[in-house]
């Protein structure tokens, strides 16, 4: 690719958050080709085999600031001078994008997200603001402090593919998991039931300072303070706990699998309205919960 023309930043890549957790900096291997690393307080995700030279695709792009952080780690897991192939977008809220024109300054790779995402990253709308006024813990209270502006990264954008296969990912299928975001989207490999999950649910509590500060595992609906369709959540969760995945790497907490993956997933989409949604909010006020 070559791109000369400018990017433009925003407040969610320039003004970084004063939350990090005990696992800031760790990496997580999930079999062969999937590496879930932990910035501050959200993952990005490598996938590839590792070793340098080997063909890799980067999943979000962190927290602001993190752009360093993420290519160093590259660079340790495929060696040096070898760009990812793509970088895919779960979604485009500020801790998934926080890092992304960083990377491409460095690497000058294709961008790839779902249709709706695509004016979050062109400039040409911005996020909801934050809910602070949602049921939660100290984090919710904190979140109007979180950016909602866009950035451009201009014709580095590009839609994933209609047909559901994820670029530079072979056997990989996109689904459409809106409610965090419209154009969310999770990533599925029937093969081996992995799924890259995003924000459609994570695997900590992400409202609570405490949890999210030392990671303390629980299987969770998406961040309340960032989620303004619930309805649309609660069909996400249940569109993937039908996939019945076998590893799941989540845009908050740490990678699960197995028996503890298959239960507690399920139980969030049989329950997830008593489990997920927030009992007040401006998203929540005036749907029934019933």
Known sequence: MDH???MERSASTERMQPITSVNSGDGIPMGEDLYSFTIQIVNVIFYGRPGPGNEWVLI???MPKSGEKIIGEAVKRFGEDNPPKAIILTHA??????GLIDVLEKWDVPVYAHPLEIPYITGMRDYPDPDMTVEGGMIAKMSKLFPTEAIDIGSRAYELPEDGTVPHMPGWQWIHTPGHSEGHVSLFRESDGALIAGDAFVTVKQD??????TQELELSG???YLTPDWESAESSVKALAMLQPRIALTGHG?????EYLQNHLGRLAEHFKELAVPDHGKYVDGQDKE
Request: proline share 15%; hydrophobic share 40%; charged share 15%.
């Open 4 to 6: 000369q023309e400018p």
């Open 60 to 62: 979000d792009a962190g």
């Open 93 to 98: 809220h500020f801790d998934h994008i926080g």
């Open 208 to 213: 609570a300072m405490y949890k999210v500060m």
């Open 222 to 224: 998406p961040p309340v």
């Open 254 to 258: 740490v990678p699960v699998s197995g």
